[in-house]
């Protein structure tokens, strides 16, 4: 690519690769300016036209609405009339409120557990879709099936499922002479039950496990059981590190879908995030902010530190990356 | 042939055209057509025949009600309407939960409608509102400022099974409202005798449980009295003494019966998001329930041959005053409405005695309007709510209503799991509601607010 970011095409006039790389050695690095070409203009107003649907997208449906988040954050504002402003007021008013501590907890408890949860859940489907037997089509129609079932329907699914007299769940329980209990009337009961429903979605991530595990070379495991690595071996020296870019993506998705989690505590819970707050997660409290107590300018706020939070995990998530994530071998 | 400059050309012209007709404000209807957000899909045929009788009239002879079920759900989430009235797609009058109008009314969502009584009625707002329970009225007050008319009511109070307490030996004459009031001792001496376990210690059967049904902590506050708001000091008071006794009440009671047994008993018998008539009443396993006139109807409905009967809340010691607490509905005119005569004439018609006497009797709960309740023109079943109303009251009207109630719901989920006590929660719940109300410094609830209504028998 060259300076101009725009087309791979050298600009006319512009310097052989050779003497811009002398330059560049004789002298401190200076910006050098292309002038754009009419054929490059031509390209670009082209070019812009054929995106502009979804640069018009962009600014509409992204652009504008995180700004004027990020702008009503500072103020109070109740959705009707003129915003008032308020500084940093919101954001005192969050680091100060148990229940956004409280609910940053029970978001925390459901990303560290239902992520790498669902990392392993997720690989097992694959390597089970990946099976070279003739009913693989099958295998992954099934294990792919639960994921297509609403959120909605799925948490109904569960509240039977977990049902104390009826449930599948109590009667396992009552096997053991234990009484029935209701999980989801227990404060972590129902964090868990969440995180068990939340697995029930893991057929996407296996999708892209199983392209992943699609694209190691068939070379690379031959080689191995020449060398006499048995099967355990070939997954922990092949299989997994050669998945590890794939894995790093369903980890950074998987962190970004848990702090959004909403759904299935809205209902399963009726909106209320009980018993005892355990299922009022971070975008259902934020939610109830901005609708149920007519707070936009607060909920902003709440809005704008969940975004920074994901932000810095993502981040955390890429610098901690360059310790575990394999590049070296192309796929096949 | 078409040029790519023609296609791109033609597309962004399709675009542009198609946001800018998904923006434009909708045509300006009539003044003869009133655009209404009903009391919802399940009770449309109900707002049909006040419509119909309003049509009938000389008044209402020409206007066309253009009805859309479009509920308000108490609590719930108001974007529906803020986005309504935002994009200029408001109706121009709305049945809404009047828990919600002061918190409405305190964003700019709502007209005060005191400008269409003096304009039409030749009446001051005080006059013209005598015709409805006080209490309905301040609910709808916000500021000084009328923003609404009261449509229906209920009362709180105990719902019992007469099978059950008659099969436990209980004195029937214990339950009946014009004998006696229960006692919290008495009931909870009643609910030992009923409550009954399996051999793995589940309950099978219980008597009462004061976190069920519309066992809010408003509903036995009021019996306790605790105030959430004092006119006096313009301050919250939720970290009273009285409150205090409330949420103890609650953990006084899930000591005995414990939380997690009483949880699991109703996920068992009354899942969320269960039917209406899938209730532990409704199968025998729960003998007492706190509810109002609401349950008739599901009563007749889905357990014509239980003999449900009701009470009086549970008060602390014999002789004792009665309590309960009553809530409804109302029609409000959301912000940007055209204030017409016709609007006015509509509203007028439904929320007073011709339209109250052909819709409360169909509902099965109870009348604001004094002229309604005095020709008795409800369910006769709902006679012992009525009795109920001259000392009842509304939910405080304050302009961080939803923000109380959650608070407090949430209060009374930790004290019966015992993750918190009662003082704890009290301090809680005042740091919670304290700072948000003293946005409106000085806040005055209407002045009868909390006083005896006076209602005809």
């Known amino acids: ?332 | 042939m078409i040029t790519r400059r023609t296609f791109l050309s033609a597309a962004a012209a399709s675009a542009a055209a198609l946001s800018l007709g998904a923006c434009a404000p909708r045509a300006s209807s009539s003044d003869a057509v009133i655009r209404y957000w009903g009391m919802g899909a399940a009770d449309a045929d109900k707002d049909l025949k006040v419509i119909g009788a309003f049509n009938a009239t000389k008044a209402g002879s020409g206007i066309t009600l253009d009805v859309n079920q479009v509920p308000s759900n108490g609590v719930a989430d108001m974007s529906q309407i803020i986005t309504a009235v935002r994009g200029g797609t408001a109706p121009d009058v709305w049945q809404m939960d009047r828990f919600n109008a002061v918190q409405n009314a305190s964003i700019g969502l709502l007209e005060p409608i005191g400008g269409l009584i003096e304009k039409y009625e030749d009446s001051s707002v005080d006059e013209f509102t005598r015709q409805w329970v006080q209490f309905a009225v301040d609910e709808l007050t916000y500021d000084g400022q009328l923003y609404g008319l009261p449509i229906n009511t209920d009362a709180r109070g105990i719902m019992y099974n007469e099978n059950l307490l008659r099969q436990a030996g209980i004195d029937l004459d214990m339950f009946d409202p014009e004998q006696h009031v229960l006692t919290w001792d008495e009931i909870r001496e009643v609910s030992r005798k009923l409550t009954t376990t399996d051999s793995r210690g589940n309950f099978e059967t219980l008597g009462f449980v004061p976190w069920d049904g519309e066992g809010w902590p408003y509903t036995w506050a009021f019996g306790l009295g605790a105030q959430l708001y004092s006119n006096e000091t313009a301050a919250v008071t939720l970290d009273s003494p009285q409150w205090r006794s409330v949420f103890e009440l609650y953990a006084d009671w899930a000591e005995e019966f414990p939380y997690a047994k009483a949880d699991a008993f109703f996920a068992t018998y009354q899942p969320p998001n269960s039917p209406p008539s899938q209730t532990a009443v409704f199968s025998e396993r729960l003998a007492m329930a706190t509810t109002g006139p609401f349950s008739i109807r599901s009563n007749e409905k889905y357990a014509p041959k239980l003999p449900l009967k009701f009470t009086w809340l549970p008060v602390g010691a014999e002789g004792d005053d009665t309590y309960s607490w009553s809530g409804g509905a109302s029609l409000v005119v959301p912000k940007g409405a055209k204030m017409t005569r016709n609007l006015w004439e509509f509203m007028k018609f439904y929320t007073g005695y011709e339209g109250q006497s052909i819709l409360q009797p169909l509902l099965g709960d109870l009348p604001t309007n004094l002229k309604t309740i005095q020709a008795g023109h409800y369910n006769p079943k709902a006679e012992l709510f009525r009795q109920m109303l001259p000392t009842s009251t509304s939910r405080p009207p304050l302009p961080v209503g939803s923000v109380a109630w959650d608070t407090l719901q949430r209060s009374r989920s930790s004290v019966i799991i015992g993750s918190a006590t009662p003082e704890q929660v009290i301090a809680n719940n005042q740091l919670s509601v304290a700072p948000k109300m003293a946005l409106f410094e000085g806040y005055q609830m209407p002045a009868t607010y909390g006083q005896n209504s006076v209602i005809p028998s």
């Open chain 1, 1 to 332: 690519m060259t300076a101009t970011g725009l087309t791979a095409r050298a600009p006319s006039g512009a310097a052989p690769p050779d003497e811009v790389e002398k330059d560049a050695t004789a002298s401190p690095p200076q910006r050098r300016r292309h002038r754009l070409s009419r054929s490059d203009r031509r390209d670009l107003a082209l070019g812009l036209k054929y995106i502009s649907p979804w640069l018009i997208g962009i600014l509409v449906f992204v652009v504008y609405p995180v700004g004027y988040s990020i702008y009503l954050s500072f103020t109070r504002y109740s959705g009707m009339g003129a915003p008032t402003w308020v500084g940093v007021g919101n954001y005192v008013t969050a680091f100060a409120d148990p229940l956004v501590g409280k609910a940053a907890g029970n978001t925390l408890f459901f990303a560290l557990i239902a992520v790498p949860l669902g990392l392993v859940v997720a690989l097992t489907l694959a390597l089970a879709m990946n099976q070279n037997v003739r009913e693989v089509a099958w295998y992954r129609t099934i294990f792919y099936a639960p994921s297509l079932i609403p959120a909605f329907a799925m948490s109904f699914i569960f509240i039977v499922f977990l049902n104390p007299q009826f449930g599948a769940f109590n009667q396992v329980l009552n096997l053991f002479g234990e009484s029935n209990v209701n999980l989801l009337g227990d404060p972590t009961g129902v964090k868990i039950a969440i995180i068990l429903m939340a697995q029930l979605g893991a057929g996407n991530a296996a999708l892209i496990f199983l392209a992943g595990l699609r694209n190691v070379p068939r070379t690379v495991y031959e080689a191995a059981r020449v060398d006499g690595a048995g099967p355990m071996r070939q997954f922990l020296s092949i299989t997994l590190p050669l998945l590890t870019p794939v894995l790093l993506f369903n980890l950074i998705t998987g962190v970004s879908g848990a702090l959004q989690v909403f759904t299935e505590a809205y209902i399963v819970t009726n909106g209320t995030g009980d018993p005892d707050a355990g299922a009022l997660f971070y975008m259902m409290y934020l939610y109830k902010n901005a609708f149920g107590f007519a707070e936009l300018g607060y909920a902003s706020a709440l809005a704008v530190l969940l975004f920074l939070a994901g932000l810095a995990m993502a981040l955390l998530i890429f610098w901690c990356s360059r310790r575990f994530v394999n590049y070296d071998v192309e796929a096949s």
